[in-house]
């Protein structure tokens, strides 16, 4: 009886492995496409938001609502499942009409990317359709569990066909990425021989060790990328440590940087150091300590880590011979006997060579040095590794490129432009890579370096494609500090990143840490953007916020999502050519693209949400507050989210204005990095504007801003549209061309795919009918032209083609603004210029102070008006603080 009753028990529990909850797994599917910042879920969150309320829309019995189509108008829709799949699949067909709202019998704007099957399977918007269900008033809830048979996994026939592993196949691979049980800034190595290993900046030790696989990055590479990443496929632990070796100060205190990188996702241990009486940066300099970095082993890539305690300076390196034998090499030329604390427990035989062993403590004789050799036995076996039938291939990869074909919008250039596609490169096993290329610089020898989000950092020399560096962590940036670009500068998540070719065999093998002063804590929202390098040589990047956790683990000041979980989360921050590390400026939420202009002035791009009414760009000058409060828990004076100075009315007077507004749903969502166009007109008729992208949308917009008594202020024109992915990072050629860098991976863009890399080239001799910039007047507003009107053209037509409306935003706690007091303007009169390249008119009303701090939104319809060609119709907008 009792062995049948066994068996029934393991064939329950077989069936149970078998069964997945659809509605746990389609909130999975939820949070990690980020769906969250357009919709609301709940019928008492009244943000504005891009897309309408998931709340009440998808019932048992299904009820209608309204859509617009391209070519019924606005029609009834059942929402059911054919509607819901209909609305991810092809989202623009069918725009939802505003139920509630200032909006109210509007259409959404088609800012819904579209999600094919490679970016949410079929099984995905299973899963998804059973968790919108739940989304309902209790009477009207689908089930909270719907049991599905869990989908079978492939059978596959070398790790090199699993999504997302990472081989270890003939030398080392070092990587950073958010494994649980390691800080956020941890180092993953696997060595040939079967052993894995981390190293950790937040105890100076290599911590874990473990066999088999090495890493599995599918968490990190889809959608949004929540952490934490997990180990490679079939591994074993060996060691869990807090540190296997810990370099100890001359006061016998373990170094540990927990407070500004604690271990990934321990939100106790990152609630604690929030509401932490001292200041962060007491906190900084009470540990005379730092991470300095890595290197590489130019012939075996064997990587060695290298850091301070007080005033000695070490590099430690492990070795294992492939069975159960560890070997770590100390190097250093000792001040002061330098002491370590000793995890044996997952350790026997231990010997050192150069010092002396205690029970738990090393100490390391300065006179013995400079190197250290400290052996030991593992308590537990390697597993080896799989032999693969294909090898790292180090070889350059001809750059292909090829016309752009439309993406799920029809591309929109002005006349004589073009545009093609640049194919990313392969990986070293020659397979097809996530490739999200954020930063990029051109040296002055022509060498284009290329970092990505999860692919590395790449090089293209003579059209050739190169590997320069892998297993980099969100690499958003990169400034090049050498003629040929063997030195560059990275803004990783985790840190600003010198790496440096010294050999000169086009890989980099120096890894410097410049600056690690800040807090990271491994939440997937902790972008680090930058850097932005001075005339002086000064590095700038900007931190954004978090996303998730509790108020009392990120602070959210009151807002619904983004948050600070401490260590100037929310500034912009400052590193001088000596390292030093300084705070910039505050207040900032999702600071996506920072860049100096022309004329040396430091701008950054912020995304719509709490606290930012909409996108905007804005100077960013020291000292000065943006808007949102969560970053001024790191302000000096022991502040703490509930300190009583961090209240909205004591510091919404003291906002440093935006100069340019990017209206929400219309032109941005998520701006990305500025760039100035500096080609001398080899890009057409722009010179001196600023270009950036968005997100969101897929768009390029030129910026044209003045400074008006000691106030900025400027316009905004659409340039493209209907890019491939987000266009986050635009960099003109030394040709003249503009290469954009784009991802749509955890937000979605418009265009629909992940990533991709695009280049608009201008003929050099078409000249378009455009929009240049747009300035006010006293009683108005003028308009250049980048052509003039036709000869026939008078004031009476441009008054029958042109309008105006206008409106203002807020901040708030709330998810952005509304458009307030949107109203109609009234155009008293028209002017022409004796060139006939521009415009001026008049509005009625125009004065102070009521005309001023909102947004002027022209547009002139263009049928006849010029002689060269032209968009349908032309628009602008501008945000006005000042009148002349």
């Not at 000169?504 to 807090?519: P, S, V």
């Not at 008006?865 to 602008?876: G, S, Y």
Request: with cysteine; aromatic share 10%.
């Amino acid at each position: 009886m009792r062995r049948i009753l066994l068996i029934c028990t393991s064939l329950s529990q077989l069936f149970a492995e078998q069964k997945i909850n659809a509605v746990s797994e389609g909130k999975n599917v939820f949070d990690t496409m980020g769906c969250i910042e357009c919709h609301t879920t709940s019928n008492q969150d009244d943000s504005i938001k891009t897309g309408p309320t998931l709340h009440g829309l998808f019932l048992d019995n299904p009820r209608q609502r309204k859509v617009q189509t391209k070519d019924k108008g606005v029609v009834s829709a059942k929402a059911d499942t054919a509607y819901f799949q209909r609305a991810i699949r092809n989202p623009w067909d069918e725009l939802a009409i505003a139920e509630t709202g200032s909006t109210k019998d509007s259409a959404y704007p088609p800012a819904m990317p579209l999600y094919p099957k490679e970016v949410l399977t079929d099984n995905d918007l299973k899963y998804l359709w059973h968790y919108l269900r739940t989304l309902n008033s209790k009477e009207d809830a689908g089930p909270e569990v719907v049991m599905l048979d869990k989908p079978q996994s492939e059978n596959r026939k070398s790790i090199l066909e699993t999504p997302n592993e990472i081989p270890v196949t003939i030398r080392p691979r070092v990587f950073r990425a958010p494994l649980r049980g390691s800080s956020g800034r941890a180092y993953h190595v696997g060595l040939p021989n079967g052993l894995n290993y981390t190293f950790d900046p937040r105890t100076l030790s290599f911590r874990n060790l473990w066999t088999g696989g090495f890493l599995n990055l599918s968490q990190e590479r889809k959608g949004r990328g929540k952490p934490g990443s997990q180990r490679g496929s079939m591994n074993q632990s060996i060691a869990e440590s807090i540190g296997l070796l810990r370099p100890l100060t001359s006061k016998g205190q373990c170094v540990d940087f927990e407070f500004k990188e604690p271990d990934v996702l321990d939100h106790e241990v990152i609630r604690k150091w929030l509401w932490e009486d001292q200041d962060f940066s007491t906190l900084l300099s009470s540990i005379d300590a730092e991470f300095l970095g890595h290197q590489l082993d130019p012939s075996s890539g064997q990587p060695s880590f290298n850091f301070r305690v007080e005033k000695n300076v070490l590099t430690q390196r492990l070795d294992s011979n492939g069975t159960q034998q560890l070997t770590i090499t100390i190097t250093g030329d000792l001040v002061s006997p330098q002491r370590f604390q000793i995890d044996s427990t997952h350790l026997s035989e231990i010997t050192i060579d150069g010092g002396t062993l205690t029970k738990d403590t090393i100490t390391l004789d300065p006179t013995k040095g400079p190197t250290y050799l400290i052996s030991a036995q593992l308590k537990t076996g390697l597993i080896a590794r799989p032999k693969l039938k294909t090898i790292e291939d180090w070889t350059t990869q001809t750059l292909v490129t090829r016309a752009s074909q439309p993406g799920n919008r029809p591309l929109e250039l002005p006349a004589g432009y073009s545009i093609e596609t640049w194919a990313p490169p392969k990986d070293l096993y020659g397979r097809y890579q996530l490739f999200e290329p954020i930063g990029i610089a051109v040296a002055k020898n022509g060498t284009i370096v290329v970092t990505t989000r999860t692919a590395g950092v790449w090089r293209i020399k003579d059209n050739q494609w190169s590997l320069f560096a892998e297993g980099t962590y969100e690499a958003l940036g990169v400034a090049i500090e050498d003629d040929k670009g063997d030195s560059i500068v990275v803004m990783q998540k985790p840190e600003l990143t010198r790496m440096t070719d010294t050999n000169g065999d086009g890989r980099a093998d120096l890894f410097e840490t410049i600056c690690d002063d800040y807090g990271f804590h491994g939440n997937y929202h902790e972008y680090a953007h930058g850097p932005a390098r001075d005339r002086q040589g000064n590095y700038y990047f900007a931190l954004n916020l978090s996303h998730g956790g509790d108020e009392k683990t990120s602070w959210r000041a009151g807002g619904p999502f983004m948050g600070s979980m401490g260590g100037y989360r929310g500034w912009a921050c400052k590193v001088t050519p000596e390292g030093k590390f300084e705070p910039y400026a505050n207040g900032l939420r999702s600071p996506a693209g920072i860049g100096f202009s022309p004329d040396g002035r430091l701008w950054y791009a912020e995304n719509q949400g709490e606290y930012v009414g909409s996108s905007k760009v804005v100077p960013l000058e020291q000292g000065k507050f943006y808007g949102h409060l969560s970053g001024l828990v790191s302000l000096p004076g022991k502040m703490k989210p509930d300190s009583p100075e961090l209240q909205f009315d004591n510091w919404s007077y003291k906002i440093r204005k935006g100069a340019v507004w990017l209206p929400h749903g219309k032109l941005a969502n998520s701006p990305g990095h500025p760039t100035w166009d500096l080609t001398n007109n080899r890009f057409g008729p722009f010179s001196g504007q600023m270009f950036i992208g968005d997100q969101t949308l897929s768009t390029m917009l030129r910026v044209s801003t003045q400074r008006l008594h000691g106030i900025d202020q400027g316009c905004v024109i659409p340039f493209a549209r209907g890019l491939h992915a987000g266009a986050m990072r635009p960099c003109f050629l030394p040709d003249g061309s503009l290469l954009i860098g784009q991802t749509g991976r955890g937000w979605g863009a418009r265009g629909g795919k992940q990533d991709s890399l695009q280049r608009i080239i201008y003929d050099g001799k078409t000249l378009p009918a455009d929009i240049h910039q747009m300035t006010p007047t006293q009683s108005g507003f003028e308009i250049r032209f980048t052509t003039p009107l036709a000869n026939h053209i008078a004031p009476a037509q441009i008054l029958t083609n042109l309008s105006v409306e206008s409106w203002f935003y807020t901040n708030t706690g709330k998810y952005g603004s509304p458009e307030h007091d949107k109203r109609k303007e009234n155009i008293l009169s028209a002017s022409i210029s004796d060139d006939r390249k521009q415009i001026a008119f008049n509005l009625e009303g125009l004065e102070k102070p009521k005309s001023l701090d909102r947004i002027y939104h022209t547009k002139l319809k263009t049928e006849g008006i010029f002689q060269t060609p032209a968009w349908d119709t032309l628009e602008v907008y501008y945000t006005l603080r000042e009148l002349p």
